[in-house]
């Protein structure tokens, strides 16, 4: 999974912070070496989420625009089985079900897509880096 880069991380803890989902705290582990940590205050948003997800992926609910977009970008990185207790189901299930969930929706299919052309310029760009260093 790629990492936030550093301002964004950064904008986005903040805003987190500012809301009050999130709270920083900093101390030294063995008394020594510094650390900051982010840990949950407020989780009713994610288990907002989660229970929405769940709905969709478990129970099979019609989604909202926002869920059904958020099923899409899920079943494009191969995530929906792992955010979400299955409650008996495989994960083979969950990713059937998000996949049809992404594909009924049109602004999931545009996420889909935009996450999929993504994806192949990133693989475009790595090859072509690849058979550049080789050919030198």
Same mark, same amino acid.
């Given at each position: 999974?790629?990492?936030?880069?550093?301002?964004?991380? #950064?904008?986005?803890?903040?805003?987190?912070?500012?809301?009050?989902?999130? +709270?920083?705290?900093? #101390?030294? &582990?063995?008394?020594?070496?510094? !650390?900051? *940590?982010?840990?949950?205050?407020?989780?009713? *948003?994610?288990?907002?989420?989660?229970?929405?997800?769940?709905? &969709?992926?478990? *129970?099979?609910? *019609?989604?909202?625009? !926002?869920?059904?977009?958020?099923?899409?970008?899920?079943?494009?990185?191969?995530?929906?089985?792992?955010?979400?207790?299955?409650?008996?189901?495989?994960? !083979? +299930?969950?990713?059937?079900?998000?996949? +049809?969930?992404?594909?009924?929706?049109?602004?999931?299919?545009?996420? !889909? #897509?935009?996450?999929?052309?993504?994806?192949?310029?990133?693989?475009?760009?790595?090859?072509?880096?690849?058979?550049?260093?080789?050919?030198?």
């Amino acid at each position: 999974m790629p990492r936030l880069g550093k301002k964004r991380r #950064d904008l986005l803890i903040g805003r987190l912070l500012r809301v009050g989902i999130l +709270e920083e705290r900093e #101390d030294r &582990v063995l008394g020594l070496i510094p !650390r900051r *940590r982010w840990p949950t205050v407020d989780s009713t *948003r994610e288990d907002d989420v989660r229970r929405k997800l769940g709905d &969709v992926l478990i *129970r099979g609910a *019609r989604p909202e625009q !926002r869920t059904a977009a958020l099923v899409a970008v899920l079943s494009a990185l191969d995530l929906a089985h792992k955010v979400i207790d299955r409650e008996g189901l495989t994960a !083979r +299930e969950v990713k059937k079900r998000a996949k +049809e969930v992404a594909e009924g929706d049109w602004a999931a299919k545009a996420v !889909r #897509d935009s996450i999929a052309a993504t994806q192949a310029a990133v693989t475009a760009a790595v090859v072509a880096s690849a058979a550049t260093t080789a050919s030198s």
